[in-house]
């Protein structure tokens, strides 16, 4: 279930979403790339410091959407 979309341009956003009790943040590039953190300290590592910190990415979103129903509850 998507909490919150946060916009850093308007084509690149940052989907919080929750899966039972776990928290994941879905950063989307143009509807194009997903990449999914399960820490806001990773996705601020990633931000700001361009590291590969992600757990999962993708390029379409039926998969993203298969990883999301597939994450333990």
């Not at 341009?9 to 039972?20: A, D, F, K, Q």
Request: net charge negative; aromatic share 16%.
């Amino acid at each position: 279930m998507i909490s919150s979309t946060k916009y850093l341009r308007p084509n690149v956003t940052i989907e919080t979403e929750y899966i039972g009790t776990n928290k994941f943040y879905v950063y989307n590039c143009q509807g194009r790339h997903y990449r999914v953190f399960a820490s806001l300290v990773a996705l601020n590592l990633f931000l700001n410091k361009a590291q590969s910190t992600w757990d999962f990415d993708c390029d379409t979103e039926s998969e993203l959407e298969t990883f999301l129903n597939t994450t333990q509850r």
